[in-house]
């Protein structure tokens, strides 16, 4: 997968130890989140009609489902990424303190989230929409997961800093503006929930406050909810970059359209959330299709990734002997043990082909109306984020134990079949859920005990063949993460072979390589994309602050009177 | 800057992208099929209401609440156009019919509004999509729609059997005693055609009966009495009726034109 | 230096290709919903 020109980075015992512990805890914990995953599909086809199994209620499952993998995994995972991407692209060492402190505050966090989740007090799904209320700690333990996310990246902008001043004229390495870009947006988005959280909603949950404007939390939750997905897929668009031409043997077609969609991702992945309130009361019509135009427009540089992978893949294949206008698609290493890292990222686009167009048609404005709060959500999301992103932070995660650890891979041919298994497993899944929701099914319902269980009067026969389908799907994917678990548990407690901190990434040359000036610079785009953010969000927020509507008290999941015990 | 092939992946991605919003623009503003909205107009409301209007016109007021829907069931003649408002008593909830368009979301302290005409005739589920609790997978509605013959014959069914009880009640619990129901005098104001009628107050002032000033003329007698009867003819307070029995006293009430 | 250039001179029409199908996959699974969304009118 690499070769001599790849340049050799080295890392230091006390770093290793901590790089390595915030690889292992937060895949530790995703045992238990893909475990949940997989009781969720056997409660959706019925096979399970209780309101609980093993001891997890069905609605808590799905909390510790979206939380661990969607919240903490992909934080975690990113942050140790985004350490180390920086040090070794910008060719500084990593900053112990500031990583020590990431890992610290960032594990409190997620531990503290974690208690009331597992005791059944925060069972209120991973968007925690009020007035369901959860225990306090859940809210202060998630505030501190992303307040500690950000710590890596305030040690990574001096760096960088420094690093323009003393390679002056240089093109900033590709990944390390991918890093950038994904941790900006990140910044930027995690404010106004970090206010939704801290301000709102902790109060609120501790009885300092009686009431809460609903649709102001749900807004401010969305004006995060949307540059989240963005947070997840930029690193896979870095490594799809930065990475994948060079695994597949060949060249990135265009340095440029990376540079440029970055840049595109800073200032559109933010003034959109309105998209996923289409359907909400509070807001003007006008916004939302306000944002559904921008919405269209973030979609632009994708399709531009698109092809500039597709390029790159193509270049790859015809140096390994591929020719014709699809015939070069063979000569791929979709199944090379020595390579098995393209066939994570591959697998991930698969899914991604499918992810993009769903994403659109939920973007469509009215069309929203055909797949709102459907089960055709989830099958959405599992092509996106559970498909380039799970994948590519899955292989990541791999790829950086063994190095840190100095092993192998413990089974490379299992290995190389585990991202195939997955790919199977999703399509399998999301045509299941796809279907049901087109056939109005509801999302994060327990179906086993009312549609779909045969004895019950609200039995839907005509979902319940797809949502055996999906449990179909689910029961593969589930397979199929077991067998990564396999190889990365091993992994992390295998003999050292060779010298544990030795980091290589694989790294592209680009074919077109020429210098853009007009995307070199961060800070006419976050310009940019403030101003975007203010002209999108601050008159519905306005109209939300001054509306009419009335707020709301709390109440828990198990019972229909206000906040009783 | 950026190579030619890149350039034309550009264009066709925004033409793409326009192509859909000029069609979504038409579905929308052409074809009518509009986003659920907020609307200021009625405040959010604790009861369920059908209300209806000329012409196959309908005005419902949906009351979400953990965990059923009000009204549980809702019966309508086919191609009523209906103005459906939402809203939540607790927590959020969904509300979704599957075969229509219908999708909006109930948030307590909004009222949401989406207008749905039920051209065929069928009987629909009503859905919650949006996790409310516990129970959230028990939490469905109805919405049937029959023929004009027989939404006749049901309104008419309903009537009946609210005279039939109201008629039963009133004479259980006495008020039969000194309020007819056939437009001949009594010792107390007459039911027939009482409801929605202007009456004068004892101090001068003038009411329209409505649904409120019944149910304080029922717990209250004295307090907003007509002007010349007298008071203390009725019995105080404590009059042992329910709630539900005075729901049903006033539905015999409205049902009395 | 020639290999370079001929690099550069690379037209990926595999590529471009790939780009016209998913172009054309996207818009009929669009107007799938979009047709759905008028029916249901």
Not at chain 2, 188 to 214: C, M, N, Q, T, W
Request: some cysteine; glycine content about 8%; overall charge neutral.
């Amino acid at each position: 997968m690499f070769s001599d020109t790849d340049y050799k980075f080295e890392i230091g015992k006390k770093n290793r130890l901590v790089l390595i512990a915030m690889l292992a805890i937060p895949m530790l914990l995703l045992v238990l989140g893909v475990f949940s995953g997989l009781l969720q599909v056997l409660f959706r086809a019925g096979y399970i009609r209780a309101t609980s199994f093993l001891g997890i209620e069905y609605y808590q499952g799905l909390t510790l489902h979206g939380v661990i993998n969607a919240i903490v995994f992909t934080t975690f995972f990113e942050v140790t990424f985004g350490f180390v991407i920086i040090a070794y692209y910008l060719r500084k060492a990593i900053p112990s303190g500031w990583l020590y402190a990431s890992f610290i505050v960032m594990l409190i966090g997620t531990l503290m989230a974690a208690f009331p989740m597992l005791t059944g007090k925060a069972s209120v799904l991973y968007t925690f929409y009020p007035p369901l209320k959860a225990s306090p700690l859940f809210y202060i333990g998630a505030a501190l997961l992303i307040v500690g996310s950000w710590i890596g990246y305030f040690s990574w902008i001096p760096q960088y800093t420094s690093w323009r001043k003393e390679n002056p004229g240089k093109k900033t390495p590709l990944a390390v503006v991918g890093i950038l870009v994904t941790f900006t947006i990140w910044f930027v988005c995690t404010l106004p929930v970090a206010y939704e959280v801290l301000v709102l909603l902790v109060p609120w949950s501790m009885g300092w406050t009686k009431s809460i404007d609903v649709v102001l939390a749900r807004t401010l939750f969305w004006f995060f909810g949307h540059p989240l997905v963005y947070f997840w897929l930029l690193p896979a668009y870095v490594m799809f970059y930065v990475m994948l031409p060079k695994i597949a043997g060949g060249k990135l077609f265009s340095d440029g359209a990376g540079r440029i969609s970055f840049m595109l991702f800073l200032v559109l992945s933010t003034p959109v959330g309105l998209h996923h309130q289409f359907s909400d009361p509070g807001i003007n019509a006008g916004y939302k299709w306000f944002h559904m135009i921008l919405t269209f427009a973030v979609a632009i540089p994708s399709f531009l990734t698109a092809f500039t992978v597709a390029a790159s893949m193509e270049h790859a294949a015809i140096a390994r002997g591929g020719s014709g206008l699809f015939g070069w698609w063979k000569h791929l290493p979709y199944f090379d043990r020595d390579r098995w890292f393209f066939s994570y990222l591959f697998c991930g686009l698969v899914l991604f082909f499918f992810g993009g167009i769903t994403g659109i048609i939920n973007a469509s404005g009215n069309m929203n109306l055909v797949v709102h709060n459907t089960a055709w959500i989830p099958a959405h999301f599992h092509t996106t984020v559970a498909g380039p992103v799970f994948l590519s932070f899955l292989a990541m995660s791999l790829l950086m134990l063994c190095q840190f650890r100095g092993v192998k891979v413990p089974f490379p041919t299992m290995n190389v079949w585990t991202p195939w298994l997955w790919l199977l497993g999703v399509s399998v899944f999301s045509t299941g859920l796809s279907v049901a929701g087109i056939l109005g099914e509801p999302r994060r319902t327990n179906l086993g005990l009312t549609y779909a269980n045969p004895t019950s009067d609200r039995f839907v026969a005509s979902w319940h063949v797809w949502d055996v389908v999906g449990a179909i799907g689910g029961v593969i994917m589930f397979l199929s993460t077991a067998l990564f678990f396999i190889n990365f548990f091993a992994a992390l407690f295998a003999k050292p072979q060779e010298q544990p901190g030795d980091v290589r990434f694989p790294t592209a040359e680009p074919i077109h390589d020429e210098q853009i000036r007009w995307v070199e610079n961060f800070k006419p785009w976050i310009a940019v994309m403030v101003l975007a953010i203010l002209i999108a969000y601050v008159p519905p927020l306005y109209q939300i602050v001054t509306g009419k509507q009335q707020k709301a008290v709390p109440y828990y999941p198990w019972s229909p009177a206000p906040e009783s015990k | 800057m950026m190579d030619r092939l890149e350039k034309k992946v550009l264009y066709v991605a925004i033409t793409l992208m326009l192509v859909f919003t000029v069609l979504v623009v038409y579905a929308g503003m052409g074809l009518g099929i509009v986003l659920p909205t907020c609307n200021d107009r009625i405040t959010p409301f604790t009861e369920g209401k059908v209300i209806p209007k000329e012409n196959n016109q309908f005005e419902v007021h949906y009351v979400a609440r953990m965990w059923s829907f009000e009204p549980a069931e809702l019966v309508l003649p086919e191609k009523a156009e209906v103005d459906l408002y939402v809203s939540a008593l607790d927590v959020d909830h969904g509300f979704e019919v599957p075969g229509t368009n219908l999708n909006l979301m109930a948030i307590p302290g909004s009222v949401n509004f989406a207008h749905q005409r039920f051209e065929k005739r069928g009987e629909y589920l009503v859905i919650c999509h949006e996790y409310c609790g516990l129970n959230h997978q028990n939490m469905t509605g109805k919405i049937r729609v029959v023929s004009r013959e027989e939404y006749t014959r049901l309104m008419q069914e309903l009537a009946n059997r609210t005279l039939a009880a109201g008629e039963k009640l009133a004479i259980e619990k006495q008020c039969s005693a000194c309020h007819t129901s056939d437009g001949t005098e009594g010792l107390g104001p007459g039911f027939k055609g009482l409801y929605g009628k202007r009456e004068k107050l004892a101090d001068g002032s003038e009411i329209v009966v409505d649904e409120a000033y019944l149910i304080d003329s029922i717990r209250n007698p004295d307090r907003q009495i007509v002007q010349n009867f007298d008071r203390g003819s009725m019995p105080p307070t404590d009059v042992p009726l329910s709630d539900e029995e005075v729901r049903q006293i006033i539905d015999y009430i409205k049902a009395l034109k | 230096m020639d290999l370079d250039r001929h690099e550069k001179a690379f037209q990926p029409k595999g590529a471009v290709a790939f780009f016209v199908v998913m172009t054309v996959f996207y818009a009929a699974l669009w107007f799938l919903f979009y047709f759905i969304l008028v029916a249901r009118k």
